[in-house]
T-cell receptor, first 111, second 113 residues
Framework: NAGVTQTPKFRILKIGQSMTLQCAQD?????MYWYRQDPGMGLKLIYY???????DKGEVPNGYNVSRSTTEDFPLRLELAAPSQTSVYFC??????????FGQGTRLTVV | QQQVKQSPQSLIVQKGGISIINCAYE??????FPWYQQFPGKGPALLIA?????SEKKEGRFTISFNKSAKQFSLHIMDSQPGDSATYFC????????????FGSGTQLTVLP
């Protein structure tokens, strides 16, 4: 039982490059989320989805895009990477009012 | 403002001691208060959670105390062990928000052997 799987684990991007962070869950959860974690700042919500085809902005959505074409997958797209997007990104999923399960994270550095 | 304020930022406790981490929230619509534990290089994992209809919840060595009138809740770790050394986050969410979590800034706990 894999849970929430994120790829890649590490990535270095140059300023202005683009990339997609992948997230997949095998628990048939309807809710999925993307958070970023900066040192000493806790986790902040970037985007979330309540089901396939439905996405909405969180607290810090600027510079990111998401899509949810299937229940299992929730990729996060970074366009025109900036140093301010250097962070650790966590994908999470949950079912209705149950606990959220987190992936292992993607550590992204923009140079 | 949907803030959750957490203190202290770091905590050092001797093995066998009690670790106490505090959180305060502002939004009275929050109705679910989980604590997450995170080890280096790993994602956060749910440790224990409480809803505001109870004032305390205990699971093993971990206890949440909840004060609805003061809008505060705390995590108590009894008989702290070196294996408890991790970063702890309090969080809050509310109905109708797809259970988005608003996190505190985290507490790095070190338990000395």
């Amino acid at each position: 039982n894999a849970g929430v799987t994120q790829t890649p684990k590490f990535r270095i991007l140059k300023i202005g490059q683009s990339m997609t962070l992948q997230c997949a869950q095998d628990m048939n959860h309807n809710y999925m989320y993307w958070y970023r974690q900066d040192p000493g700042m806790g986790l902040k919500l970037i985007y979330y989805s309540v089901g396939a085809g439905i996405t909405d902005k969180g607290e810090v959505p600027n510079g990111y895009n998401v899509s949810r074409s299937t229940t299992e997958d929730f990729p996060l797209r970074l366009e025109l990477a900036a140093p301010s997007q250097t962070s650790v990104y966590f994908c999470a999923s949950s079912y209705l009012n149950t606990e959220a399960f987190f992936g292992q994270g993607t550590r992204l550095t923009v140079v | 403002q949907q803030q959750v304020k957490q203190s202290p930022q770091s905590l050092i406790v001797q093995k066998g001691g009690i670790s106490i981490i505090n959180c305060a929230y502002e939004n009275t619509a929050f109705d679910y208060f989980p604590w997450y534990q995170q080890f280096p290089g790993k994602g956060p994992a749910l440790l224990i959670a409480i809803r505001p209809d109870v004032s305390e919840k205990k699971e093993g060595r971990f206890t949440i105390s909840f004060n609805k009138s003061a809008k505060q809740f705390s995590l108590h770790i009894m008989d702290s062990q070196p294996g408890d050394s991790a970063t702890y986050f309090c969080a809050a969410s509310m109905k109708g928000s797809a259970r988005q979590l608003t996190f505190g800034s985290g507490t790095q706990l070190t338990v000395l052997p």
